[in-house]
């Protein structure tokens, strides 16, 4: 599955050679991305791998680590936390707070409401605390995640995203981070779209202004340094008509909060206006079925790794053309995930769009002696 989607990925470069790629509004943001999701290919972007003060755009990964030690049993929604001197020093930053104390134990799930729909950095330390066991010790957690994933412009200091010396992201790697959050803990992804939350009497509004405007939009973060400027990550998913799709925009660098939202508005609604999503292959479903030598079953059934989607420009999907290339002769014994082939997608004109490996959807056990030495016979004769 991870070579499937590397292959899939590899189609968002191919998508550039089309001979009318839509051109990209005009957006008044230092750097931005635009990625479907559905296709994981990038459908806009300027300036994404630049090093960049990524503000409190830092706590998508602050969270994802929190997430993931929920899941692995090591904290769960109801525990309590005590809140350290270090973390009711925050106060003094001048950054956003869930404004907690010393003399509180506010649970997990009220810390995660902190972090992420009041931006607090004071429940960011509670809950690296408690995850990690040290500030330090979380900060290197997210270090370590962001190269397993293969960020190369991204580099933790802290857990908030106040400015500091070496701490940087960029547009596609912070994209990346809201990406495995949406995919890998939808249940908590939920909590991007909380509008407002109230602890200790102070209710605090979600900066997300997109949430109050456009109801496709369900998460998910914002920023603000004076060094990084207005941030936003806002994902969106909307019907159509292959399905549901999602898309993820980040607009770093933007003069305003009223900035921030107006040109992620832009960005996603080009996005789905401008582009089209594909469904190639079904998840689970053949593609073909072909013949198989000395099995005891006279045929195997072959089709993708998982369901495909590729992001064509408007107009383009059903001018797509797809070849096969396989084994021949294809012989027993066969696994299933076995890949035996590729399945090449590329324009009318040729132009390369997607190759993901052809597999073995069933196995396909080698048959007994009689039946092996047959195809054998019939092999050598044709």
């Not at 503000?55 to 602050?62: E, F, G, I, N, Y």
Request: one cysteine or more.
């Amino acid at each position: 599955m991870k070579r499937f989607l590397a292959f899939c990925l590899a189609a968002a470069t191919a998508l550039t050679t089309f001979a009318q790629t839509p051109q990209p509004p005009e957006i008044a943001a230092r750097n931005y991305i635009l990625m479907d999701l559905n296709s994981q290919q990038v459908l806009a972007e300027r300036e994404a791998d630049a090093h960049t003060d990524p503000a409190s755009l830092t706590k998508l990964m602050t969270a994802y680590l929190v997430f993931a030690a929920i899941r692995d049993k090591k904290l769960s929604l109801e525990q309590t936390l005590p809140v350290s001197q270090r973390a009711w020093a925050e106060r003094k930053g001048g950054g956003s707070l869930m404004f907690i104390d010393t003399t509180m134990s506010p649970r997990v799930d009220d810390l995660l409401k902190g972090v992420i729909v009041q931006s607090g950095n004071d429940a960011s330390v509670v809950l690296a605390e408690a995850v990690g066991g040290s500030l330090d010790a979380f900060v290197g957690m997210m270090n370590k995640q962001a190269q397993a994933w293969g960020l190369k412009n991204t580099q933790f200091r802290n857990v908030t995203g106040l400015t500091e010396a070496g701490h940087y992201s960029s547009a596609r790697d912070v994209a990346v981070v809201a990406s495995k959050i949406i995919n890998d803990f939808p249940e908590f992804y939920t909590l991007y779209s909380v509008r407002q939350f109230t602890y200790n009497k102070i209710k605090q509004d979600n900066r997300n202004l997109l949430l109050g405007r456009d109801p496709s939009v369900d998460g998910m973060k914002t920023g603000y340094t004076d060094a990084a400027g207005y941030c936003l990550v806002a994902s969106a998913v909307r019907d159509m008509p292959n399905g549901k799709r999602r898309l993820v925009s980040v607009v770093l660098g933007t003069s305003s909060r009223e900035a921030r939202a107006a040109e992620s508005q832009k960005l996603l609604n080009w996005g789905f206006q401008a582009w089209d999503a594909v469904r190639l292959f079904e998840a689970g479903k053949p593609i073909v079925t072909v013949p198989v030598w000395k099995g005891k079953l006279p045929e195997a059934q072959l089709g993708a790794p998982g369901a495909l989607f590729v992001t064509v420009p408007k107009g383009e999907g059903d001018k797509l053309k797809t070849q096969i290339e396989r084994t021949d002769p294809l012989l027993a014994p066969l696994t299933q995930g076995q890949q035996v082939g590729q399945i090449k997608v590329s324009t009318a004109g040729g132009t390369p769009v997607a190759t993901v490996p052809l597999v073995v959807m069933q196995p396909v056990e080698l048959a007994g002696i009689i039946g092996r030495t047959w195809d054998a016979l019939r092999l050598w004769i044709k």
